[in-house]
């Protein structure tokens, strides 16, 4: 397997003020081989946008190295670095209203990247806009509207469509579906498995929808406060967590059937809420960890292979023994 | 039971024959026609729907938050404690709406001020509807973040909301719109960005407070998971009207329009096989610009008669207060609704 994306050891911290730090990603290392799709969910706040930034250089890096194609990208990116990266690599955002520009007619927004690569006349750059407009569920009279002249999930789709139309090779998708309804939320992710049998292409797809993650993603990774904490085959992630988080995460997801919520009990809100700011050593699970042992408090546990699960998966936590042949 | 068998006493927030449309280069879109719904003290009214039905226009419209022009108030009546609040000509949301009705907006970065402290903001609406001091607005900004599961609340209250997560500006704007302890909640999509551990603290926090203090909340959303675990009653969007309304148990369990039919047959459930795949409903809604005299949904209904490609379909009551608007349920159409479940389920 040769990774497409090769993350290893990214740190990126961010400085607040009176000597603070917020650990935003903490030491995260991803393969993603090519025309993979690995799922990435995680807490609210917990690194999931900023590590995919890193990855787009949208980031300085505080630590770590990302390889594309066996190249090192720069730590930090200058302008003529992003130009050379972008056809490449692609991030579609997570808020769409503030990353599409408010004067710029949707039309321009989509096809902006595509005139600046140079090499296509405006007609062929119109229908290539009409082309992915409707490949995103929108209609050709959607060009000439502004980004506030239409609904959250018109912009979030319009957010796809300028990234996929420049072909890239990689992208981030920083939850693309959250604003949609569940039947467009089908096309989106039905739309991405065709592009990625089609074009080849690689991405990491984060989100906090587990149920949609596990339809388009080979593997799926899960973070907690700037660490992963377990990663493997997204069918196995999810039927079987091994995590504690994981397996909270998975008991909480909100069943489409009033009967069987009302049977829910309410969640206690267990321990204290966690901080990314100035982290001290152990698991950073352990105030909310029904399982917490003394060890956890004081030795942080590292993402490793456990005994008598399947090779291909990662946890950390000392719940599990460490595999022998790790 | 339903709302109003069970509550004798009118609705906080009543919604009639609500029509919104805009001025666009391209014509006049037609966003919203002859929406209605009303919500009870203590209840909550999920609103779902296609991606640009006519939701966010919807509860914009009664909050004052539609920018006329380009946008048209074209006729309807939102009666808030039996004030008619469209008529009122306040284009700022507030006013008799800042201390009544709280908004959580679709888009936490259009509605937070990027040059202003978290808790300052939130503050400074303590000052303004509750007449609270500096010092006194601060400290309850404090608190109203901490209830929202913002950790460390104190430190996060100084920092700007480019230092935030998505989810922690979506628990900064619950925080804005609970701090005042509105009569009416309009929650537009407000657990998108959270992960589920802490979307299920923020949903009981919103439970607890409906609870105590008899709030009402409209609460948009497309996950049917929510709604599941949220709404007394739903309404159904579709291309601008609402197609379906009833308690939560009837359009879960007895839908009556196909396009809810649509939507839940598209939902994963954890119960799902993966190599099932996912089922989209086909092709795309109608154009706004020239809605349909027809049915909304006629062009991708699995269930289309000739009847409703011209004609625009009856609102009938299948069940007492569960409403479909679909020709489906016409007393001289071919089929029964039993029938269209099986169908369905074929
Ligand atoms: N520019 C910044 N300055 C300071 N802190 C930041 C900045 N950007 C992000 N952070 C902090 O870094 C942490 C991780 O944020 P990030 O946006 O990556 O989280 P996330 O996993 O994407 O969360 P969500 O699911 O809520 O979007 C948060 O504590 C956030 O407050
Ligand atoms: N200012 C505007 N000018 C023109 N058209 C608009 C404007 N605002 C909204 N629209 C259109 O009105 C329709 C309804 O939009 P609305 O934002 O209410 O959708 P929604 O149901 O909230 O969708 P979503 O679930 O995607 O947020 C959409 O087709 C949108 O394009
Ligand atoms: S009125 Fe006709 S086209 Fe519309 S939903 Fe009912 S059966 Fe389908
Ligand atoms: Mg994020
Ligand atoms: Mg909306």
């Known amino acids: 397997m040769t990774a497409l994306v090769d993350a290893r050891h ?68 200058r302008p003529a670095d992003f130009q050379r990266y972008s056809r490449r690599m692609q991030m579609i955002f997570q808020d769409p209203y503030s990353s599409l520009n408010p004067r710029m007619t949707v039309g321009e927004i989509i096809g902006e990247g595509v005139r600046l690569q140079g090499g296509s006349n405006s007609a062929a750059i119109r229908s290539e806009v009409d082309d992915w407009l409707e490949r995103v569920g929108l209609e050709r009279v959607h060009a000439a509207r502004y980004p506030h002249e239409l609904s959250g999930g018109q912009r979030q789709r319009v957010g796809i469509a300028r990234a996929l139309i420049l072909k890239p090779k990689f992208v981030v998708c920083d939850e693309p579906i959250s604003a949609l309804d569940v039947s467009v939320q089908a096309q989106i992710v039905r739309l991405l498995g065709e592009i990625k049998s089609s074009m080849g292409l690689t991405m990491l797809f984060i989100a906090h929808d587990l149920s949609m993650v596990r339809y388009l993603s080979d593997r799926m990774a899960v973070m907690y406060l700037g660490s992963m904490v377990e990663i493997g085959p997204s069918e196995a992630v999810y039927s079987q967590p091994l995590h504690p988080y994981t397996q909270m995460l998975v008991a909480s997801n909100p069943e489409p059937d009033p009967e069987s919520e009302r049977q829910r009990a309410t969640v206690p809100i267990a321990g204290e809420i966690p901080s990314p700011i100035n982290v001290g050593q152990g698991c950073r699970f352990a105030g909310r960890c029904p399982h917490v042992m003394d060890m956890c408090r004081s030795v942080t546990p590292e993402l490793r292979g456990a005994a008598g699960v399947e090779p291909d998966r990662r946890v950390a936590c000392h719940l599990y023994e460490p595999a022998t042949s790790d | 039971m339903t709302a109003s068998a069970a509550n004798p006493v009118a609705p906080v927030l009543d919604v009639k024959d609500l029509h919104v449309e805009f001025d666009t280069y391209g014509g006049i879109v037609k966003a919203v026609r002859g929406v209605s719904f009303d919500v009870h003290a203590g209840k909550t009214l999920a609103i779902v729907g296609e ?40 284009v700022n949301g507030r006013d008799i709406r800042g201390n009544r009705v709280g908004m959580i907006f679709q888009d936490p970065m259009s509605a937070l001020n990027p040059t202003m402290r978290v808790g300052d903001q939130i503050a400074e609406t303590l000052q303004v509807h ?38 922690m500006l979506q628990r900064a704007m619950i925080a804005i719109a609970i701090a005042c302890e509105p009569a009416v909640l309009i929650a537009d999509e407000p657990t998108t960005a959270l992960d589920v551990t802490i979307q299920a603290q923020i949903l009981d926090l919103l439970k607890d407070l409906q609870r105590r203090n008899g709030m009402a909340i409209v609460l948009i959303t497309h996950d049917l998971g929510v709604v599941a675990r949220m709404a ?21 369990y007895r839908a ?56 625009h379909p009856p609102n009938v009551e299948v069940d007492p207060r569960h409403n479909a608007l679909c020709w489906l349920h016409h007393p001289d159409a071919p089929r029964t609704v039993s029938e269209l479940h099986r169908r369905v389920q074929a």
């Open chain 2, 232 to 252: 007394d009653d739903v309404s159904v969007m579709y291309a601008g009207e609402i197609v379906e309304t009833g308690s939560v148990d009837d359009v879960f």
């Open chain 2, 51 to 90: 991606s640009g039905c006519g939701k966010s226009v919807t509860v914009q419209s009664i909050m004052g938050l539609i920018p006329m022009p380009p946008g048209r108030i074209t006729r309807g009546t939102a009666m808030l404690d039996g004030v008619d609040i469209v008529q009122q000509k306040i």
């Open chain 2, 256 to 311: 009556a329009h196909p396009y809810t039919l649509g939507l839940k047959a598209a939902m994963p459930s954890s119960t799902t096989p993966k190599d099932q795949g996912l089922r989209p409903i086909e092709g795309t809604p109608p154009d706004l610009f020239a809605p349909p005299d027809g049915c909304g949904y006629f062009a991708r209904c699995p269930h289309a008669m000739r009847v409703c490609g011209p004609s």
């Open chain 2, 130 to 167: 509750r007449g609270y001091s500096k010092r006194q607005a601060f400290d309850r900004a404090v608190e109203v973040l901490t209830l929202a599961n913002i950790p460390e609340a104190d430190k996060r209250a100084r920092q700007y909301p480019f230092a935030f997560s998505g989810g």
């Open chain 1, 10 to 77: 990214v740190t990126k911290h961010f400085r607040i003020g009176r000597g603070q730090t917020v650990h935003a990603v903490d030491d995260v290392s991803l393969a993603i081989a090519e025309r993979e799709i690995v799922g990435l969910v995680g807490e609210s706040g917990s690194g999931k946008s900023t590590f995919g930034k890193t990855l787009v250089g949208l980031h300085e890096k505080t630590s770590g190295e990302v390889y594309f194609e066996g190249e090192r990208l720069p730590q930090r990116y």
